[in-house]
């Protein structure tokens, strides 16, 4: 079992950037993939951006180009660089993986982009 908690969300005006962090209570090598992603009130849930235990990204089409995914396995954390945030960014992130046939999330951070 693996316990996740984001951080670093808040209120940004449009065009800005924030840094979102994902703490896991144990080490992100024994999972193949980490994953964020965020609902909107109203909203359907919406795979983010991926990283694997190899390295390997992926994002939405409508965060290419602006926002990056990366890790620090030496203290267990995923992160999750917003650059040129517009107003349709506003959501709660969250931090997922899979192991051994679970899922695991985090509870949430807020992420409000507005002027």
């Known amino acids: 079992q693996v316990q996740l908690v984001e951080s ?3 209120l940004v005006q449009p065009g800005g ?3 979102l962090s994902c703490a896991a209570s144990r080490s992100i090598l024994s999972f193949w993939i980490m994953r964020w992603y965020r609902q909107a009130p109203g909203e359907q849930r919406e795979l983010v951006a991926i990283i694997t235990n190899g390295g390997n990204t992926n994002y939405a089409e409508s965060v ?5 995914i990366s890790r620090d396995n030496t ?9 040129s945030l517009k ?5 709660v992130y969250y931090c997922n993986t899979y192991d051994s046939g679970h899922e695991y999330w985090g509870q949430g951070t807020q992420v409000t982009v507005s002027s």
Not at 87 to 91: I, L
Request: hydrophobic share 30%.
């Open 8 to 10: 670093g969300g808040g």
């Open 17 to 19: 950037s924030l840094r």
């Open 64 to 68: 290419k180009g602006r926002f990056t």
């Open 75 to 83: 203290e267990n954390t995923v992160f999750l660089q917003m650059n």
């Open 87 to 91: 107003p349709e960014d506003t959501a």
